[in-house]
């Protein structure tokens, strides 16, 4: 049973920044992708994963049950995520997804209350090669034509081209993904236009002390499969586990094989020394 309810933090520059909660037991918390929000990314993953955690989905500035702000810069987010996991008073492990796997690697490296972390697809954008910049801002053009004409699914199915397979568009279409996303393609839009994606440094990983496993789809595109071989590699206590016949958008496609990685890592955190 979920027992769904609410939690509520306010950052250091005065933004409420809220998730909705679910189930009992540790806390887990749940960092979205930036194309939806923290619901639309996790409610499949931790409806497997209630009965033993207390899953907390929090949502980026401007989406979800989180308050809208101009600064989206991705330092500005992490201290939003630190100041989330600070408020639950308690060791937390960290889930993220894509854009939020490397939220939680950051955040990991800057506060000793995460006991474990877990990025599922990270994207660490500073490894793409010239050609794969390219499919980037590609997607990234595409998407901004279709906002300016008010096509705010389509604008957001049209940046999921980049890193989703055909198979997981269809499928992310047939349940209604991009029709509740496309109201975020405007916070989208000036994510990317507030970050870099050739910033980054891989020191940062080798400052984090909890157990990483980084979770990455046997189909995905072959820049996810760079990025955890290249953390996994970089951080002290890391591994890469694969999830057989998933893509980028496994929390989508593939929530039960998810939680169960999420469980062993977890779980495993938890027993003593």
């Known amino acids: 049973m979920s027992n769904q309810r609410t939690h509520y933090v306010t950052t250091t520059d005065g933004v409420t920044i809220g998730g909705t909660v679910h189930g009992e037991g540790p806390p887990l918390v749940f960092l979205q992708g930036i194309i939806g929000d923290g619901d639309l990314d996790w409610h499949a993953v931790q409806t497997h994963l209630n009965d033993r955690f207390t899953c907390h989905l929090p ?16 330092g500005r987010l992490v201290e939003d995520v630190l100041t989330y996991v600070d408020s639950i008073g308690e060791p937390t492990g960290l889930v993220g997804w894509s854009g939020g796997g490397g939220m939680a690697l950051l955040a990991a490296a800057q506060s000793d209350a995460v006991n474990g972390v ?9 490894l793409l090669d010239e050609q794969e910049l390219g499919a980037l801002g590609g997607a990234v053009a595409a998407t901004g034509k279709l906002a300016a004409e008010g096509r705010l699914p389509e604008a957001a199915r049209a940046f999921a081209g980049w ?3 055909d198979d ?3 499928l992310a279409e047939d349940a209604g993904y991009f029709e509740a996303a496309g109201r975020y393609v405007p916070n989208l839009l000036s994510f990317i236009q507030q970050n870099d994606p050739t910033e980054g440094d891989a020191a940062v990983l080798g400052s984090i002390s909890a157990p990483v496993l980084v979770l990455v789809g046997s189909d995905t595109n072959p820049i996810f499969t760079t990025s955890a071989r290249h953390v996994a590699d970089h951080v002290p206590n890391g591994r890469v586990q694969e999830i ?15 939680a169960e990685a999420l469980t062993e890592l977890f ?5 003593p020394a």
């Open 118 to 126: 877990a990025p599922v697809e990270p994207g660490m954008m500073y």
């Open 59 to 74: 949502s980026l500035r401007g989406r979800g049950l989180s308050a809208d702000h101009a600064d989206l810069s991705f």
């Open 267 to 271: 779980v495993s955190v938890q027993q």
């Open 168 to 170: 997981e568009i269809g």
């Open 244 to 258: 057989r016949g998933a893509g980028h958008a496994a929390p989508l496609t593939h929530p039960a094989a998810l």
């Open 163 to 165: 890193p989703f397979t």
